[in-house]
């Protein structure tokens, strides 16, 4: 997430107008009030959640709900709660070669 912003603002800086390509994205725990605040905003979006540090798909889940959330939340809590990623679900994403 941290890259991402960075990139887009040295593009900004450029003059490097880029097309608005990233979805929304949040780092749960840290950012869950700001996720709440556009989940309200948009409430019929899907959100997909990954873990921050996992590879190969293990841990990834949809969230359509705040309740899956909390649900996801509970007994996560202090230095053992595990960082993921939270972005705004993108239906038909554009392929390239058949790939995301």
């Known amino acids: 997430v941290k890259n991402i912003k960075r990139y887009l603002r040295e593009m900004a800086k450029e003059g490097i107008e880029l097309p608005d390509f990233v979805p929304t994205t949040y780092m ?16 019929n979006a899907t959100w997909i959640m990954k873990p921050y540090n996992a590879a190969q798909g293990r841990g990834i889940f949809l969230v359509n709900k705040l309740a899956q959330i909390k649900k996801w939340s509970c007994g996560r ?13 993108i239906e038909n994403p554009m392929l390239i070669g058949g790939k995301k």
């Not at 749960?28 to 409430?43: G, H, I, K, N, T």
């Not at 809590?77 to 679900?89: D, M």
């Open 28 to 43: 749960l725990p840290a950012d869950y009030s700001l996720y709440v605040e556009e989940f309200r905003r948009c409430p």
């Open 77 to 89: 809590s202090g230095a053992t709660a595990q960082q993921y990623v939270i972005s705004r679900y």
